[in-house]
């Protein structure tokens, strides 16, 4: 089946700083999200980009489907960003799969 | 607050017995997905609905379904529950597809 890692798996930033988080994928996906879960549980879809780069205010993805990544970046980093980002891939040709990244917990400190 | 509701809030139960989770989209959407959080597995896809007929299946048990009815809000049904069955299941909605996705607060499931 379609393997999904996510790096760094965890990380510690000052509020302030940039980062950078990585979803890399083993096979052809037709579509890519990524999501922020809160430390107290709540999940929020932050980007549906099966292609190409796309920004909401500080954060931003991109994904390189044809070498199978994506990332997304975090400028400027709040204590609110803290969480777990996930990201997950979708199949849709075939057996539909659907698959989630472990995550990347992310702790910003004031 | 996303719009999604999703009762009860946290569920204790005991193994071998059936429990039944509710969810309500966001007002319009017709799409309702549900995904499972365990410690052991992570977040998976367990099934999504679309207008009251089952779009995608995931990794759904077969001790697992779901429906979703006229007026578009969703039960997931779990039976014969194990431990393993343990864990926060959530519910989203959207107008169609994956782009306008939001999720409800989850209901917590320890089975004992």
């Known amino acids: 089946g379609i393997q999904v890692e996510q790096s760094p798996p965890d990380l510690i930033l000052q509020e302030g700083a940039n980062s950078t988080l990585r979803c890399n994928f083993s096979?052809?996906?037709?579509?890519l999200q990524w999501f922020h879960q809160n430390p107290w549980g709540q999940l929020i879809n932050l980007f549906y980009?099966?292609?190409g780069t796309k920004q909401n205010g500080r954060l931003s993805a991109t994904t390189v489907a044809t070498e199978r990544y994506s990332l997304l970046y975090i400028s400027s980093s709040q204590t609110t960003d803290s969480g777990v980002y996930f990201c997950a891939v979708i199949r849709t040709s075939g057996t539909y799969k659907y698959i989630f990244g472990t995550g990347t917990r992310l702790k910003v400190l004031a | 607050d996303s719009g999604v509701t999703q009762t009860p809030k946290h569920l204790i139960t005991a193994t071998g017995q059936r429990v039944t989770l509710r969810c309500s989209p966001r007002s319009g959407d017709l799409s309702v997905y549900w995904y499972q959080q365990s410690l052991d597995q992570g977040l998976q896809f367990l099934i999504q609905?679309?207008?009251?007929?089952?779009?995608a299946k995931g990794n759904i048990l077969e001790r697992f379904s779901a429906q979703q009815f006229p007026d578009l809000h969703s039960e997931l049904n779990l039976s014969s529950l194990e431990l393993g069955d343990s864990a926060l299941y959530f519910c989203a909605s959207s107008s169609g597809g994956l782009e306008t996705q939001y999720f409800g607060p989850g209901t917590r499931l320890l089975v004992l």
């Open positions: 609905y679309y207008n009251g007929e089952e779009r």
């Open positions: 980009i099966p292609s």
């Open positions: 096979d052809s996906v037709n579509n």
